[in-house]
C-alpha cells in the first residue's frame, strides 16, 4: 500500500498551480470590510464569490469530504487545530472553483477525456502519480504498476477507493487550471532591447566618491512629528498601507503549571520505576508500558546520547541511571548494552579567527592573530577564557565549546585534525578551513563505542487540582474586569500576570498574537455584539487559561495612524532628519560639505558599484543614490539625495560600460522571463480573486 500514500496525501486538492492559488487565497486573509451587509443576514451564508452566496450547507459537505479523505489518510480523526486547517482546505476549493471556472468558460476551456487518461498512464502523468509509481531504487516510473493499480481498484478497502476517486475529480479543475495560466504567462515576452538593457545595467560599473550623512546623527528625541503630519505621509503612500478589516485586543493567558505537589508525585512515582526497571525482564516492554515516549532500540553513539547519561561515563550494560529531572520530564535510562559502532564521535572546544577580507594580507593575518592566541594557550592561558575573548563564532560564550559531534557533521579538515588525534588534549598546529583558522582542544578522544538505551519518560504534568487553581485565578480576574481600564487595573495589581497585545487580527486567523490556536478568541472579537471594551469570557486556549478584552476595530480600507504609528513615524522623522542634514551641507566639494556638517559626514570611495543592484559597500541599498550617481559625468556632484540610510552626495570618478552586448542574450531573456513568471503567477491569482470579490464570513460559524 506504500505505493498509493502519497496519492491519499493529495487527495484533498489537486497538487500543482492549483494549490498554489489556494495558498494565496489563504494568506490574503479578510477580503471584506466589517459593514458588509452579510452581519445583518438572518440566513446560513458563509461567504460570497462573484455574487453568488456558499452556504453553510455548501460548505460543510466540502469540509466532511476533506475530512473524510484527512481520516483515510491517517486512520483518525483530526484534531481541533487540524480541523481549521481542513476547514481553511474546503473554503479554498470552493473559492478556487468559483472565482476561476468563469475564467475558464470565457475561454472555452475543456478537459477531454483523452487529457485525463494521458495524465493517469499516457506520456503526460500527472506529477503526484509519477511520484507514487516511481521505484526508490531505480528512480524510474513504472506505468505497468498504474494500470495494474486502477485494474484492482475495486477489490481495495473502500478508503482508498474513495481517496482515488476524490483526487481524480481535481484533475481537471488541476489541467484547466494549468492551461489557463499556460496561456497567460506565454503572452509575456521579453524583447532583445529588454535583455540587453538588463545585460548593460549588471555589466556597467561605475567608481564613486561620495558623502554620507546617516539619519542616527540626529536624535530621534530631537525630532518631533505630529499626527496631521503621519497622516499626511500615509495619504502620499497609500499603496503601502491597505489594510483589511481587523481587530486589536488586549489579552492574558493564565498558565496551568505543574505545582510542587504535583511534581513531587509524579517524582513518587518514577522512585518506583527506577526500583522496578532494575530488575525488569524485558525492558522495551517496560519502556512501552511505563514511559511517556516510544521505545527507541537504536545504538547511540555519545554524541547522541542525553547529556545526564553522557556525564555518568563510564556506562555499564545492565546499569540503571537516573531518575533525572529536566524540562519538565523525569527520565531514567538503562544501559541494555554496549557495542563497537561504524562511526566515531569526539567532542573538541575550539577558538575561530575569521579573515577579515577575501585578500591574502587579510588572510595572513587572521592566521598571524590566530598563531598568537596559540602561542598564549601553550604557555598556561586559559583556552574558555581566550574563546571568550578571540571567538567569532556562536560558541565563544560558551568557552568555544562545541559539545559531542560524530564524523561527517564537521567540515573535513576539522574532522581530519580532531579525529586524528590519538588523546584529549590541545592540538599543536592551527587547522584552516573555509571559515577561517581554528585552534582545537580536543576535551574528548575519539571513540566508536555505541550504546542501547532503554528510556522511561515521565512528564510532570498538572493534576485537576492545579488545573482547577489555574481556571479559577482566570474567573477572579474576569470578575474584576467590567471594561478596558479595570482590565488593565487587575492585571496590573497582580505581578504574576503579564498583558499581552494583538493587532490586527484579521478574521481568518487561528492566532491571537503569539498565542495559537485561539480561534474562539478571535471569533468573539470579530461578533456583531462585542464592543470596544468588552471583556470576554474565560477561553480555553492550548491548556490555558485566557482572558481578552477588545481594545479597537479596524474597517478595510487605509490603515488609520494609530494603527501604523510607530512604523510611519521614522519615515517621517528621517524625512525631517533629511531636511535639517541637507540645510547645513555648504560647499563646492564633498571635503567642504563634511568639514560644513561636521565629524557625522563621512567622505568615502566606492569601487565597481553595479548600477542593476543599488547597493552601495558600507551603506547598504541606496538605489536612488546609485541611479543618480550612474547620470552623472566624471567629477559631477549630485545635489543631496534622501537616500534609505541617510543623505548622500554621490560624486562619479568614472563608467565602465560593456564595450558590446552580450554575444548570448539567451542566458538573460531566460532569467527575466523567469523572475517575470513567479511574480506574475501572484498576479493573475490576486487579479481574478478581486475580479471575483471574495467575502469570507466563515468567523461567524467557525
Not at 479523505?69 to 486512520?75: C, F, I, L, P
Not at 563505542?449 to 485537576?464: C, E, G, H, L, R
Not at 551603506?619 to 541611479?627: D, F, I, L, Q, T
Not at 559631477?636 to 562619479?652: H, N
Amino acid at each position: 500500500m506504500a505505493l498509493i500514500n502519497t496519492i491519499r496525501e493529495k487527495s484533498g486538492w489537486a497538487v500543482g498551480t492549483v494549490a498554489v492559488g489556494m495558498l494565496l487565497f489563504i494568506v490574503g486573509g479578510d477580503l471584506i470590510g466589517g459593514n458588509n451587509r452579510l452581519f445583518n443576514r438572518q440566513d446560513t451564508t458563509v461567504g460570497e464569490v462573484n455574487g453568488d452566496d456558499i452556504s453553510i450547507e455548501e460548505f460543510n459537505a466540502a469540509v466532511e469530504q476533506a475530512k473524510g479523505s484527512y481520516v483515510a489518510q491517517n486512520g483518525r480523526q483530526p484534531s481541533e487545530q487540524e480541523l481549521q486547517g481542513i476547514r481553511d482546505q474546503a473554503w479554498n476549493q470552493i473559492v478556487f472553483k468559483r472565482a476561476f471556472q468563469p475564467q475558464f468558460d470565457k475561454l472555452g476551456l475543456k478537459v477531454t477525456d483523452e487529457e485525463l487518461t494521458d495524465m493517469v498512464q499516457g506520456k503526460n502523468i500527472h506529477p503526484t502519480i509519477k511520484q507514487a509509481f516511481t521505484d526508490p531504487q531505480t528512480g524510474q516510473f513504472d506505468r505497468a504498476k498504474v494500470i495494474e493499480y486502477l485494474r484492482n481498484l475495486d477489490k481495495m478497502p473502500p478508503q482508498q477507493q474513495v481517496a482515488w476517486y476524490t483526487f481524480e475529480q481535481n484533475l481537471p479543475q488541476d489541467r484547466m487550471g494549468s492551461k489557463y495560466y499556460a496561456l497567460l504567462k506565454n503572452t509575456e515576452y521579453v524583447t532583445t532591447a529588454e535583455a540587453q538593457r538588463f545585460d548593460a545595467a549588471q555589466q556597467t560599473k561605475a567608481n564613486v566618491r561620495y558623502l554620507f550623512v546617516p539619519y542616527f546623527s540626529i536624535s530621534d528625541s530631537a525630532v518631533k512629528v505630529s499626527d496631521p503630519q503621519l497622516q499626511e505621509y500615509i495619504t502620499r503612500h497609500q499603496s503601502r498601507y491597505k489594510v483589511q478589516d481587523g481587530r486589536d485586543l488586549e489579552y492574558v493567558v493564565v498558565p496551568v503549571t505543574p505545582s510542587k505537589e504535583d511534581s513531587a508525585a509524579v517524582r513518587q512515582t518514577v522512585d518506583q520505576l527506577t526500583t522496578q526497571f532494575r530488575t525488569a525482564p524485558n525492558d522495551s516492554l517496560f519502556v512501552r508500558l511505563n514511559s511517556d515516549q516510544p521505545y527507541n532500540g537504536r545504538f547511540l553513539s555519545p554524541a547522541d546520547l542525553p547529556e545526564k547519561l553522557r556525564q555518568q561515563a563510564p556506562l555499564q550494560p545492565g546499569q540503571v541511571y537516573g531518575p533525572f529531572a529536566e524540562n519538565g520530564t523525569y527520565s531514567i535510562y538503562k544501559v541494555m548494552g554496549a557495542k563497537a559502532g561504524a562511526a566515531q564521535a569526539a567532542r573538541a572546544s575550539h577558538i575561530l579567527i575569521k579573515p577579515e577580507g577575501t585578500t591574502p594580507e587579510a588572510d595572513a593575518a587572521a592566521k598571524a592573530k590566530a598563531q598568537g592566541i596559540l602561542n598564549q594557550i601553550k604557555a598556561g592561558a586559559d583556552f574558555a577564557a581566550m574563546a571568550r575573548q578571540h571567538g567569532t563564532d556562536g560558541t565563544a560564550p560558551q568557552g568555544g565549546d562545541l559539545g559531542w559531534f560524530s564524523s561527517g557533521r564537521m567540515v573535513p579538515e576539522f574532522e581530519k585534525a580532531v579525529f586524528g588525534a590519538s588523546s584529549a588534549g590541545l592540538l599543536p598546529t592551527l587547522t584552516k578551513t573555509s571559515f577561517g583558522y581554528h585552534i582545537i582542544k580536543v576535551t574528548a578522544a575519539k571513540t566508536n563505542q555505541t550504546y542501547q538505551v532503554a528510556t522511561v519518560t515521565k512528564n510532570i504534568t498538572p493534576s485537576d487540582a492545579t488545573n482547577e487553581a489555574a481556571y479559577q485565578r482566570a474567573q477572579d480576574l474576569k470578575a474584576k474586569a467590567t471594561d478596558l481600564e479595570s482590565f488593565r487595573k487587575a492585571v496590573a495589581a497582580d505581578k504574576t500576570l503579564q498583558k499581552q497585545e494583538a493587532k490586527g487580527v484579521d478574521k481568518s486567523s487561528a492566532n491571537l498574537g503569539s498565542l495559537p490556536n485561539a480561534r474562539e478568541a478571535v471569533r468573539w472579537a470579530f461578533n456583531k455584539d462585542t464592543e470596544i471594551g468588552a471583556v470576554s469570557d474565560v477561553f480555553t486556549v492550548n491548556d490555558q487559561y485566557v482572558v481578552a478584552v477588545l481594545t479597537g476595530t479596524r474597517k478595510e480600507g487605509t490603515a488609520d495612524v494609530a494603527a501604523v504609528k510607530p512604523e510611519v513615524s521614522t519615515y517621517v522623522r528621517n524625512e525631517e532628519k533629511a531636511k535639517q542634514i541637507m540645510a547645513k551641507l555648504k560647499g563646492n566639494t564633498l571635503e567642504a560639505m563634511a568639514a560644513a556638517y561636521g565629524p557625522n559626514a563621512q567622505v568615502k570611495d566606492a569601487n565597481d558599484l553595479v548600477l542593476g543592484q543599488g547597493v552601495i559597500p558600507g551603506v547598504g541599498s541606496e538605489p536612488v543614490a546609485v541611479g543618480t550617481a550612474f547620470g552623472l559625468k566624471p567629477n559631477q556632484m549630485s545635489a543631496p539625495i534622501q537616500g534609505e540610510q541617510g543623505v548622500l552626495v554621490m560624486q562619479l570618478v568614472s563608467k565602465t560600460e560593456p564595450a558590446a552586448p552580450s554575444q548570448d542574450l539567451k542566458a538573460v531573456r531566460t532569467q527575466l522571463q523567469s523572475t517575470r513568471g513567479n511574480r506574475s503567477s501572484g498576479s493573475i491569482y490576486e487579479a481574478v480573486r478581486k475580479q471575483a470579490e471574495v467575502k469570507d464570513e466563515r468567523v461567524r460559524f467557525f
